[in-house]
């Protein structure tokens, strides 16, 4: 029997750091403190693999290196966004190390802390100098790739995304005109409410990219999923609001190539209480049950057509 290695990586994960600028006490620094929160997961591939057929450890950065590496880049570099940041990471092992480096994969994933809008000494509301809010559950990430392609040329790839963003809508969503067989229960449903917790993963098309097209990217998911202030959108199904979402980013944020989507269906069952005299039927009905578990899983990936047009 022969066997032969597939894939190898090693790096280190939950690299956790906070940055802060500008700190210093209020009367020494008038300009506003920033944060950055965030944790890294760094994965290093090469193609000496010595370290996992024989033991040899000479081609192996030790993952306490990376950890150092990560924690003493972040300090060192000025960085606006974790975009930018995990770019000047993954460029670095490649960089530092390239006979034995290959590929470095960075994703730093934010904690975002909201600046607080609080009234000032006079009484008028102001964003806070240097006390913030940690935002909801949703939790925002990059994910650059630096990749050795010969000559010493470094090819960069940069991703984007976020996991369970929490969305809501209490009508404008349908299920209707479904398949049917003989363990089918459900029942038609022309309004309903609907109920998320997103997660989205796009591609760039240029590692230029900058946290303004992220933003850009959510914004355009979240317009899409709730339609105009007043009306709404009408939902035939989760499925055609995934996609209608997915195609309202690629319209709008022209360096997003690629978005894949998950929504699951996270049902609000109406309560029976007729038990109480209490009708509580859909669509009337005003009390539900919120339950994840069982929940549908709907996802999609769309990608700009190979000839299509930025
Ligand atoms: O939007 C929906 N899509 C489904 O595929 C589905 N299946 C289901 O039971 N409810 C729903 N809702």
């Not at 280190?12 to 906070?18: C, E, H, P």
């Not at 966004?81 to 934010?110: G, M, R």
């Not at 909201?114 to 000494?121: E, Q, Y």
């Not at 007043?230 to 209608?244: E, H, N």
Request: aromatic content about 6%; overall charge neutral.
């Amino acid at each position: 029997m022969t066997i032969e290695i597939v894939h190898t990586e090693h790096g280190k994960g939950r690299v956790r750091f906070l940055k802060g600028i500008n700190l210093g006490q209020v009367t020494r620094l008038p300009d506003k403190h920033l944060v950055t929160q965030a944790t890294a997961q760094v994965l290093l591939e090469g193609p000496d693999r010595s370290s996992f057929l024989t033991g040899d450890n000479c081609a192996v950065l030790p993952t306490d290196t990376v950890k150092n590496t990560v924690q003493a880049l972040a300090k060192k570099h000025e960085f606006q966004s974790i975009e930018e940041l995990a770019l000047i990471l993954a460029k670095h092992f490649v960089q530092a190390h390239p006979t034995v480096i290959h590929v470095a994969k960075v994703k730093l994933v934010e904690v975002q802390w909201d600046r607080l809008v609080t009234k000032d000494a006079r009484g008028q509301l102001r964003p806070h100098h240097h006390a913030f809010v940690q935002g909801g559950t949703e939790s925002r990430y990059t994910y650059a790739i630096a990749r050795l392609v010969g000559n010493g040329k470094i090819d960069v790839t940069l991703a984007g995304g976020f996991t369970d963003l929490k969305v809501l809508k209490t009508t404008q969503s349908a299920f209707v005109g479904f398949l049917k067989d003989n363990y089918t229960t459900l029942p038609e449903v022309p309004d309903r409410l609907v109920s998320s917790s997103v997660s989205a993963h796009w591609e760039y098309s240029s590692p230029t990219a900058t946290a303004q097209d992220a933003a850009a990217v959510r914004s355009a998911l979240i317009e899409a999923f709730a339609g105009p202030s007043d009306t709404g959108v009408a939902s035939p199904a989760v499925q055609y609001t995934l996609y209608k979402m997915g195609e309202a980013v690629l319209q709008q944020v022209p360096l997003v190539n690629k978005i894949e989507l998950y929504m699951p269906n996270i049902h609000n069952l109406p309560v029976n209480l007729a038990h109480f005299g209490l009708p509580n039927i859909h669509p009337h009905g005003e009390l539900f049950l919120p339950t994840d578990e069982p929940h549908g899983m709907i996802r999609t990936t769309v990608q700009r057509s190979p000839n299509a047009r930025l």
